[in-house]
């Protein structure tokens, strides 16, 4: 076995014991619930190169927000410092307030973000399983890789608006769309970030 399937063989293994009698009690707690009626969750979607962020619900767009990215928002993001919002799948971690009015931390790296980072030689096995399980968990991954972190959404802080990319890799929003976002979104939420 060779790069990916071996962790990924070592990690079911590990999660199957562990979560097949909680899974087990947790789905005979569950209300059954027929998928119509079953409400959706919010999601957020990004579209980095038309610089437009949705929130939606179902079909429903709840709200557009206009976005500044990274420095240099045309690449996804691969290591700290290189100033790019990243792309791919993530999820809310938490919400704070920060300098930039309130912070929405996303999930980066995820696992897509590991394992490159693992082929590349960036991080090492270690590293790799640390963000694999916090992805799994649905716990904030390290930030103290190669690969950085503390990526979120966020304010423009005491910045007036510019039409321009500023961040070192954040997406940010009005303090107004900040604000918000901090109040409706939930830790979890979905977030699909498009280049």
């Given at each position: ?106 999930s980066y790296p995820n696992v897509e973000d590991a394992e490159r980072g693992y082929q590349h030689g960036l ?73």
């Amino acid at each position: 076995m060779s790069g990916p399937m071996w962790r990924s063989v070592v990690a079911g293994l590990m999660l199957i014991g562990a979560a097949r009698g909680v899974l087990a009690d947790e789905y005979a707690a569950q209300e059954y619930r027929p998928p119509e009626y079953a409400p959706r969750a919010p999601l957020i979607e990004i579209w980095k190169a038309k610089r437009r962020m949705e929130l939606r619900q179902g079909d429903q767009v709840l709200r557009e927000f206009k976005i500044s990215l990274g420095w240099a928002p045309s690449h996804a993001k691969e290591l700290r410092g290189d100033n790019r919002t990243p792309v791919g799948r993530y999820y809310i971690t938490g919400k704070r307030p920060s300098r930039y009015h309130f912070f929405l931390g996303l999930s980066y790296p995820n696992v897509e973000d590991a394992e490159r980072g693992y082929q590349h030689g960036l991080i090492d096995a270690q590293q790799w399983a640390d963000i694999y399980f916090a992805n799994l968990r649905g716990d904030p991954p390290t930030a103290q890789t190669a690969l950085g972190g503390m990526v979120g959404i966020h304010g423009f802080g005491g910045r007036p608006y510019l039409p321009i990319d500023w961040t070192e890799g954040c997406i940010a929003v009005s303090n107004d769309d900040a604000e918000y976002l901090y109040q409706v979104v939930s830790v979890g939420t979905p977030v699909i970030i498009n280049p």
